[in-house]
């Protein structure tokens, strides 16, 4: 099996970047936690303090208790987004990157004449985020002979890991691994498995073709067995390019204030379809036409998130503020969509929401780089015009 694809898993990127600006960080337990106060728990964690236990999900006081010496970070989502992009940049000094899968992980495919040279190629993307970014951030790359395998390499080496899979250690590479380590199997497959006898990687790599169907319902299950033998499939397209919603404003919607809950509420509505159709979104755009008849666009690059907590903050940030007229017609679009199966929907109405958006999230190998911190009073203010809100939960943090 010829390697075709190399994946780049930043390791530990969160609080790696916090080290890279802040030398004084370096070689010290440091752990990243969300801005909101009361989301104490790590959403990144230095390998100096993973190796006191903390990891994401430790929450702020355990880690402390844990860890003599904690260093504990407040995120600085914009600053990740940043470093990704000189990450991005000097990366692609040696290799086009093929997809980005998320703030801190790129696919890239192998040419047949490039194949023999992987692993030069490796250590050479490595070389060139140390010279180009920072050489506090370090990669596990992983090789393999398709998209699958070559993610999953990523997970058996790190930090700085490389490693080759599809040759003579194939599959029994993989049993160190936990059926959670691999892509497309969440909690809910897991338990799927267990279900049917499976309880490791070396009984997943041993199945029948026709358990693994069983297990997957059909087609995805096929998916697995041929990803687990090195076959090359294509990727499953994405069948939606963007979610989107349109409002054309009634005389009483058209103030500023009132065009923006509208807005917020398209928001709403364009996230619950997207999360219902299993897709996060990566970008959002707002369109406002005012009655004047000129326009107004924006546009951000977002991680990949299905919350709506996180994209009603884009939207402000993304809102004319002060600039803003009588307004005819605000669309939003939720774009840049990647398919999340794996990912539990994001909870509606539970209490410890908060938490366990940035659990989820980062679990999903999300980053709260998505989380902008603007004033939400437009949101606030919707609810004065009975705009239904019900949906989202409680903004006054
Ligand atoms: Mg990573």
């Known amino acids: 099996m010829p390697p075709r694809y190399l994946y780049l898993d930043m390791n530990a990127y969160f609080a790696s970047v916090e080290q890279q600006l802040c030398p004084e960080l370096r070689g010290r337990p440091v752990c990243v936690v969300p801005v909101e106060a009361e989301t104490t728990v790590c959403i990144a964690a230095s390998y100096e303090a993973r190796r006191y236990g903390v990891k994401t999900g430790t929450p702020v006081y355990e880690a402390r208790r844990r860890a003599p010496g904690l260093v504990v970070v407040r995120a600085r989502p914009r600053v990740y987004v940043e470093v990704h992009r000189q990450i991005l940049a000097a990366v692609e000094r040696v290799l086009p ?6 703030i801190d992980e790129m696919r890239f495919v192998l040419m047949k004449n490039e194949a023999p040279r992987a692993v030069e190629l490796a250590k050479a993307l490595k070389e060139s985020i140390r010279q180009n970014v920072g050489d506090a951030l370090k990669a596990s ?38 059926l959670r380590d691999l892509p497309g199997i969440g909690r809910r497959m897991e338990a799927r498995l267990h279900r049917l006898g499976i309880y490791t990687v070396r ?62 509420r398209l928001v709403v509505k364009a996230a619950a379809r997207m999360r219902k159709a299993g897709y ?13 008849g000129d326009d107004h666009h924006g546009f951000v690059l977002l991680a990949p998130t299905q919350a709506t907590r996180t994209l009603l903050k884009a939207l402000d940030r993304l809102w004319p503020h002060g600039r803003c007229r009588e307004a005819l017609k605000v669309a939003v679009v ?14 509606e109405d539970r209490k410890n ?21 603007g004033g939400m009073a437009g949101v606030r203010d919707a609810g004065e015009y009975r705009i239904a809100f019900d949906k989202i939960p409680d903004f006054s943090v």
């Open 97 to 102: 990157v093929e997809a980005v899968r998320s």
């Open 353 to 373: 929401h908060l938490l366990a958006l940035a659990v989820d999230r980062v679990n999903a190998r999300f980053g709260p780089d998505t989380v902008y911190y």
């Open 203 to 264: 009984q997943l790599t041993e199945a029948p073709r026709e358990l693994l169907r069983r297990a997957w319902g059909g087609v995805l299950g096929e998916r697995m067995y041929a990803n687990l033998r090195g076959v090359d499939l294509p990727e499953i397209p994405t069948k939606r390019r963007s979610f989107s919603q349109s409002h054309v404003l009634p005389p009483e919607l058209r103030r500023p204030e009132k065009a923006r809950a509208v807005a917020a």
């Open 334 to 347: 939720l774009g840049h969509l990647v398919e999340h199966p794996g990912l539990p929907l994001f909870p």
């Open 280 to 292: 996060a979104a990566g970008s959002m755009t707002l369109a406002l036409r005012f009655l004047s």
């Open 141 to 178: 790359v992983g090789i393999g002979p398709n998209r699958f395998l070559a993610k999953v390499a990523t997970e058996l080496e790190k930090p700085d890991g490389l490693v080759v899979l599809g040759g003579g250690n194939f599959p029994q590479a993989l049993w160190k691994l936990e």
